[in-house]
């Protein structure tokens, strides 16, 4: 990059003075170069069965579990404030071995998906969580066959998670169980049962992250055996990380995501430079309470730090964001 050779003043500066673009609030705002905006927003919902009222979250302060019946009146908060997409996460009153609750036509995320679509119409995306942790016994996101997640019945059982799901309605099913081939075997379950307009965005690099522990602790789904890293990505590896992506893609996948966001934003870059599709990043709920137990402390801004955390996974090269800070960033940008 060539520059401009000092030739302005005695004293020594040059002729460019970054801060000239810095001078006042509207000549930075006329020079932004990333902008944030509430359609760049997904905000996840967790619905539980048999619940009475809305449930607080203890590891994520202002966040909670909603009862059926509540579900419509989060939506339209969200709808007022411009939000129009949401991830459904369901967490059933009973569970067993096989996560069939997940694919039940009267499943907790099923009818949650069939009352969004009865109130709110096309107004709001609906996406969908395709996993089976909520919905084992055991905790884990596939079958179990002799203590090993046996990965091609559990993709087939993904097919027909998903397939229930959009025959409630969902818009987009996002697999993130992270098993081989759960694109395939989903694109495919779809096609044959007559939805090849539902939309897959999966979670093409999830990965064992230790910042996911405040979402098990929210949808009551950690493993009660071993851990979760035989089929979740170490998080060591980028370029692992750049085949499952490439893998899902030849699969036929719509839209990918990439969780946690923050510890990867070298990942975001590098996918939305190798790939045309849409890039979702997820930030994940150790993110959000890790900022929120710093903010309760009086340590750190909270809308400060929230803006430009997502603003970087933004400019890093994401298309659109979940973040549990769907709500309060809405609120934010509307001011």
């Known amino acids: 990059m060539k520059t401009r050779k000092n030739s302005s003043s005695s004293s020594g500066f040059p002729d460019v003075r970054l801060r000239r673009l810095r001078k006042t609030p509207a000549i930075r705002d006329l020079f932004q170069e990333t902008h944030l905006s509430v359609k760049d927003l997904i905000a996840p919902i967790f619905v539980e069965e048999g619940l009475k009222k809305p449930q607080d979250i203890g590891s994520m302060p202002d966040i909670k579990r909603f009862p059926l019946s509540s579900l419509s009146k989060e939506v339209e908060e969200l709808s007022d404030l411009g939000v129009r997409a949401i991830i459904l996460f369901g967490l059933p009153a009973e569970k067993d071995d096989k996560g069939s609750q997940a694919f039940a036509d009267k499943g907790i995320v099923q009818r949650s998906v069939e009352q969004v679509r009865k109130h709110f119409g096309d107004k709001i995306a609906v996406i969908t969580d395709v996993c089976l942790c909520q919905y084992t016994s055991h905790g884990h996101c596939g079958i179990v066959v002799d203590g090993k997640i046996d990965n091609d019945s559990s993709a087939s059982t993904l097919g027909r998670v998903a397939v229930s799901q959009a025959r409630a309605g969902a818009d987009?099913?996002?697999?993130?169980?992270?098993?081989?081939?759960?694109?395939?075997?989903?694109?495919?379950?779809?096609?044959?049962?007559?939805?090849?307009?539902?939309?897959?965005?999966?979670?093409?690099?999830?990965?064992?992250?230790?910042?996911?522990?405040?979402?098990r602790d929210a949808a009551h789904s950690a493993p009660e055996f071993g851990d979760r890293?035989?089929?979740?990505?170490?998080?060591?590896?980028?370029?692992?990380?750049?085949?499952?992506?490439?893998?899902?893609?030849?699969?036929?996948?719509?839209?990918?995501?990439?969780?946690?966001?923050?510890?990867?934003?070298?990942?975001?870059?590098?996918?939305?430079?190798?790939?045309?599709l849409p890039i979702c990043a997820y930030s994940v709920s150790g993110e959000y309470a890790l900022m929120k137990a710093a903010a309760?402390?009086?340590?750190?801004?909270?809308?400060?730090?929230?803006?430009?955390?997502?603003?970087?996974?933004?400019?890093a090269g994401a298309d659109m964001i979940i973040t549990y800070q769907a709500k309060k960033m809405a609120r934010l940008l509307s001011e």
């Open 172 to 215: 987009i099913v996002a697999p993130s169980a992270m098993m081989d081939g759960q694109v395939h075997a989903i694109r495919s379950a779809l096609d044959d049962a007559g939805f090849s307009d539902t939309a897959i965005m999966s979670y093409s690099s999830k990965q064992a992250s230790p910042l996911f522990a405040p979402f």
């Open 229 to 276: 890293k035989t089929y979740q990505m170490p998080f060591s590896n980028p370029r692992e990380s750049m085949r499952e992506i490439e893998q899902d893609i030849s699969e036929g996948v719509d839209a990918i995501i990439i969780k946690p966001a923050i510890p990867n934003l070298d990942l975001i870059y590098q996918a939305s430079r190798a790939t045309s």
């Open 296 to 315: 309760m402390e009086g340590w750190i801004d909270e809308n400060a730090v929230m803006t430009e955390f997502l603003t970087g996974i933004k400019r």
